[in-house]
């Protein structure tokens, strides 16, 4: 990653550039089912308070983002989050994606959570690669699981289990 990006707390204040950068991954087709980012009361009231990150760059702008979702209320499932991380097309190949992704996994791990998962489409090969690089396994695919944009997409899912958290 280069020196002058640093990994910090999504406050906020940042919340109109992840907008921004969530809807470039959609309209990019490749990222997830969604097809406009949310506002931010929604995407606020979704994500978890504790594993909300950005990437900013030496003048402080947001090149990428992660968070995470609990998968599930049942306690069974309090261990497990599905994520999400977005980098910024001018953010891409300068290691962003994984000082997030990093930063998310010693975040979970260090409030317990055993399990990180989400779901990318096939297509999105550097998402994978990132992903496989992380510690994620693929677990499976989950073959036309949803229409986007009139037609039917796989989803290939991976996760990570801690081997820390027991």
């Not at 640093?6 to 089912?33: C, K, S, W």
């Not at 909300?52 to 609990?70: H, I």
């Not at 980098?87 to 791990?109: F, K, N, Q, Y």
Request: charged share 20%.
């Amino acid at each position: 990653m280069s020196p002058a990006v640093r990994i910090g707390t999504m406050v906020p204040e940042h919340a109109d550039q992840v907008l921004a950068i969530y809807q470039l991954g959609i309209d990019e087709g490749n990222a997830t089912f969604e097809t406009t980012a949310p506002t931010w009361a929604a995407f606020d009231a979704a994500k978890l308070p504790d594993h909300r990150l950005v990437a900013l760059d030496a003048d402080g702008r947001v090149l990428g983002w992660a968070a995470a979702v609990a998968v599930s209320d049942r306690c069974a499932y309090a261990g497990v989050v599905e994520h999400s991380v977005y980098v910024h097309p001018d953010g891409r190949g300068r290691g962003v994606g994984a000082a997030l992704l990093d930063t998310l996994i010693a975040s979970t791990e260090t409030a317990g959570i055993w399990t990180i998962q989400s779901g990318i489409f096939p297509e999105n090969t550097a998402s994978l690669a990132l992903h496989a690089r992380a510690g994620f396994r693929v677990i499976g695919t989950r073959e036309r699981i949803g229409k986007h944009h009139g037609t039917w997409r796989d989803v290939t899912l991976v996760e990570r289990r801690s081997p820390t958290v027991s």
